[in-house]
């Protein structure tokens, strides 16, 4: 008879040093696929708590300035109506979304790992009526002629809309424009699904979000699919993970920051100083890296059909861009859109989201609908006024920052990335 003893000096022999720490390398790998997999979740689950009603709509009346900082990198160039739905079995949400209003409206349905499922937009007047009806999985119901259907992949989603504002003085046209945006939801509540409180394990607790959301998403759904790679970890799994598997779990979720995650940056291309990002953003598939770092970086992003975003954290001669120091950005030839464009500074905090920081001219976007540069032109990104009147000033913030160009409705050269950004020259 073999004793416990000599087997395991067997097992040694049979398995030596590197072959054990090949297999726990592995075993980390899986774990930090499991936790990158479920960081977008919790972000929507954190996000989603901030609001506690469920399947109504809400109205930011004022654009997004420095005091605003829920969610990284907000835009100052729209109005955001926003509203969590939970949908059970039979229920259905009917949105009237005012598409021939005369201005930029779109509304963006997001699964809860913050892919883009639907879009309803326009750039001010479309062939479309806006109607649209939202419905949970497995939902079978008669439809109305002038509606068209939309299916959540779970019952939980996010619809977000943008109303764009023409500059302050456009403010209350705009506020209009979101009154005219309609909901009716029939067979669910209005109040939030009761939920545990929070648990102070953080690991334990992000593993209960992603299971909440998996038991009321559709099988057969590309997210559940992603969700069975991880089982071995609790992810959609009623059985506990086995005690190794756990502590591999609890590690990569301990590690989930910016450093590690990354920035969105690191997805994509560098023309001209500036960064493209992936053309997957927003519909990112199977690509957990990316999903996690937009969610970190860029959360709520729209797909590039909707919206281009370009960064850009260094000079025409590929130097770091430095707090203090004056850049010129010639937009002579302005990006080709079909609605509207906007440049906007950020600064970026230690937890690696962006946020806009106070200015003396409260100015934090300069775009196509700043007045005289509504068919391009010159933009100084300073600490403090330039000596260049011509120039329109972007008040730019002290400690690490970068800028953002955001493209709405992207024309052909935009998305076939012919168009070629300027560059951003230092003065002085």
């Known amino acids: ?77 729209t109005l955001y109506s926003s509203c969590w739905l939970t949908l059970p079995p039979g229920a259905y949400a009917d949105f009237d979304i005012p598409v021939n209003a005369g201005r930029y409206v779109s509304a963006a349905l997001m699964g809860m790992d913050t892919d883009v499922v639907a879009l309803e937009s326009s750039p001010g007047r479309s062939s479309s009526n806006g109607r649209i009806r939202i419905v949970g999985p497995g939902w079978q119901g008669g439809l109305p002629r002038d509606r068209r259907l939309v299916r959540s992949p779970s019952e939980d989603a996010w619809v977000l809309i943008r109303t764009s504002v023409d500059g302050p003085s456009g403010l209350a046209a705009a506020q209009a424009v979101q009154a005219q945006i309609g909901l009716t939801v029939i067979g669910a509540p209005d109040t939030p699904r009761a939920s545990a409180a929070p648990l102070a394990d953080p690991a334990q607790q992000l593993r209960s979000q992603v299971n909440s959301l998996l038991a009321r998403t559709d099988p057969d759904a590309p997210l559940a699919s992603r969700a069975r790679q991880h089982r071995r970890f609790g992810i959609g799994n009623l059985l506990e993970p086995r005690p190794e598997d756990d502590v591999a779990w609890r590690k990569a979720v301990a590690s989930l920051n910016g450093a590690k995650i990354g920035d969105i940056t690191d997805h994509g291309r560098l023309v001209s100083g500036w960064h493209w990002p992936n053309r997957n953003i927003a519909q990112f598939g199977n690509d957990e890296r990316f999903r996690a770092a937009v969610a970190l970086s860029g959360f709520g992003a729209l797909p590039e059909r909707e919206a281009i975003y370009l960064t850009a954290m260094r000079d025409a001669s590929g130097l770091t861009l430095a707090p203090g120091k004056a850049y010129r950005i010639d937009f002579s030839n302005p990006p080709p859109v079909n609605a509207f464009w906007s440049l906007s500074a950020y600064r970026g905090e230690p937890d690696g989201r962006f946020f806009f920081v106070s200015n003396p001219i409260e100015r934090y976007s300069v775009g196509s609908k700043t007045p005289g540069m509504e068919q391009g032109g010159t933009i100084i990104a300073a600490p403090s006024a330039p000596a260049d009147r011509s120039a329109v000033w972007l008040p730019i913030v002290d400690g690490p920052f970068r800028l953002v160009l955001r493209c709405y409705l992207p024309g052909a050269l935009l998305l076939n990335r012919t168009w070629i950004p300027p560059a951003i020259t230092p003065i002085g």
């Open 1 to 77: 008879m073999i004793d416990r003893r000599t087997l395991l000096c067997g097992l040694t022999a049979a398995f030596p040093a590197s072959a054990w720490a090949r297999a726990e390398g592995r075993l980390a790998r899986s774990a930090w696929e499991a936790a990158l997999f479920s960081f977008s979740i919790g972000e929507m689950a954190r996000a989603a708590a901030a609001t506690p009603a469920r399947n109504r709509l809400g109205h930011r009346r004022m654009l997004s300035d420095h005091r605003n900082r829920a969610v990284t990198m907000p835009n100052n160039d």
